[in-house]
């Protein structure tokens, strides 16, 4: 199984934020706590064994959480065991987190899972005397249905269409049967599309809502490697986090601090999310709106319900469950109740994890490793052979379709379709003009300089004539790069972007998950070219 290695900064698609993370810029060293090597693990255990959070209270009540949600789930030996471990005091959670996307959504569900089953093996390697436990956080308490309720199968889109309100977790899996019937039809026949088929029903229509749905989908496909999956909308669970809630309401602590954070990243790089006074919703059935404090009271958004300072202290301390953290409170939360030392997610998630770092040392929280998951282009082999025939190198994959076409029809073209020598040989008689007008008649300066313009472009218009002819005298070669990078690069996107898992378990059967945890490396920090 061949595999070749791209920094992530020569695909083009990843942020400046992100590539100058991976190279450790020191610009950016304010922003986070410590960069993702085995040997700053070391002292980010102490850092987390030592907080006020990390008790064996704290940890009690997470197991008795999490073995009541696995009652009804078929569980193996390693994620039981790893359920029990997590209340002892040397064991440590590896997490990521994914929206709840219908049959998990693009390929990267998998990359970003088996990052965090790797990781914690290879820790467990590195330290011995300690325990890590993989952890996938489900985001169940999300409201935007528009973005988790399709997934793309070989092109096509696959949608689950009906009225959505509240959180997506609690959503009943009703009408997801016409939904089968799509795609049952699409899959075709064979055993690997009959496992999927009995997948996809088992999951979503064998269960009532979407929560559950998910959390039978991620188990049965990563149980046999200890993975445990959380729900945190949770009663017990938020009642460890009242304090910081109450903050929230009080002191408005994340929109100061993070709007301080903001002001100095913004210097340099793009903001990935702003934040609201109060960064919290109110959640109960069909409902989570945003709370907001107006005329001294506290309001709920689009709705008549509002309290009063004294009263929404009350609410919280009975119903700790109705409030619910936005983007910006969803990490510290996630830290609160997890013994978590590494977060792992895509390059948009550490962009506004990037924002929150002065909010944790506020709150005396410690902060956890970032690291940006796995990327790979899974290609088959056949695929190989054709792009190495065509000539086309590894990073040229990434480039975008016009451009890798322009820049192979120019290599293989046998007459040069390059006037960069023309060019620089007009501008230099130019220069003589500039000067002659400069000695005689300054007034000719603007004269001499529409000319050059006019001439410039006209010999641009000439190569690009004969650029286009030469494509269609090499239309064979031109016709089949463009279908191969159409298949590796759905849409003009990253394949992981795009695809279903599906579309490759159809192809590789129960040998796919194994072969990602095989050649997955999480701390390598490159784009993986998978051959399979």
């Avoid at 290695?5 to 993370?21: E, Q, V």
């Avoid at 002065?358 to 056949?382: G, H």
Wanted: hydrophobic fraction near 35%; charged fraction near 25%; aromatic fraction near 12%.
């Amino acid at each position: 199984m061949g595999q070749q290695h791209i920094p992530f900064y020569k695909t083009g698609y990843f942020s400046p934020l992100i590539c100058n993370y991976l190279d450790e810029k020191t610009e950016l060293k304010t922003f986070y706590n410590r960069f993702p090597k085995f040997e700053n693990f070391k002292a980010q255990i102490e850092e987390k064994q030592h907080s006020e959070h990390t008790t064996k209270t704290h940890k009690k009540v997470l197991v008795k959480v999490l073995k009541n949600q696995y009652q009804n789930i078929d569980t193996s030996y390693l994620t039981e065991e790893n359920i029990d471990l997590l209340e002892n005091s040397n064991t440590f959670t590896i997490t990521t987190g994914h929206q709840l996307n219908l049959f998990t959504g693009p390929l990267y569900f998998l990359y970003k899972i088996v990052s965090a089953i790797n990781l914690s093996n290879q820790l467990k390697k590195e330290y011995p005397n300690y325990n890590f436990v993989p952890v996938y956080w489900m985001a169940t308490e999300d409201h935007d249905f528009e973005e988790i309720n399709y997934f793309n199968f070989k092109g096509k889109k696959i949608q689950w269409n009906r009225e959505s309100s509240g959180a997506v977790g609690d959503l009943s899996t009703k009408g997801l049967k016409e939904v089968f019937t799509v795609f049952s039809n699409q899959l075709g026949t064979g055993e690997n599309a009959e496992f999927l088929k009995r997948l996809f029903e088992k999951a979503y229509l064998e269960h009532s809502n979407l929560a559950d749905a998910t959390r039978y989908l991620a188990n049965a496909l990563f149980k046999d490697y200890g993975l445990v999956i959380i729900d945190a909308n949770d009663a017990d669970l938020k009642r460890q986090f009242i304090p910081f809630i109450e903050d929230e309401l009080l002191n408005q602590t994340s929109y100061k601090a993070v709007s301080n954070t903001n002001e100095k990243l913004v210097k340099s790089y793009n903001i990935q999310v702003t934040p609201r006074e109060i960064n919290l919703f109110y959640l109960t059935q069909n409902l989570r709106e945003r709370i907001v404090f107006q005329n001294e009271k506290y309001k709920v958004l689009n709705t008549d319900i509002s309290w009063t300072k004294s009263e929404i202290q009350e609410m919280l301390l009975k119903h700790p469950e109705r409030f619910s953290p936005n983007v910006i409170m969803r990490p510290l939360y996630q830290e609160v109740i997890l013994p978590n030392l590494c977060y792992i997610g895509g390059g948009g998630e550490l962009a506004y994890w990037f924002q929150l770092k002065q909010l944790f040392n506020e709150v005396n929280v410690p902060f956890p490793i970032l690291l940006l998951r796995n990327s790979v282009l899974i290609q088959t082999e056949s695929q190989a052979k054709k792009l190495k025939n065509l000539n086309i190198t590894a990073e040229e994959t990434f480039l975008k379709r016009d451009a890798l076409i322009n820049k192979k029809v120019r290599e293989i073209s046998n007459i040069n379709i390059d006037f960069s020598e023309q060019k620089k040989h007009l501008k230099q008689q130019f220069e003589d003009l500039y000067n002659l007008a400069e000695q005689t008649d300054k007034s000719f300066v603007g004269a001499v300089k529409a000319q050059e313009v006019k001439q410039i472009k006209g010999l641009e218009n000439l190569e690009n004539r004969l650029l286009k002819a030469q494509k269609r005298a090499l239309s064979d070669q031109a016709s089949r790069m463009t279908d191969i990078q159409n298949v590796l690069f759905p849409n003009q996107s990253l394949q992981e972007r795009n695809a279903n898992f599906s579309e490759f378990y159809l192809e590789y059967g129960e040998t796919l998950i194994p072969k990602l945890i095989e050649n997955l490396q999480p701390l390598n920090g490159t784009f993986l070219i998978l051959n399979m």
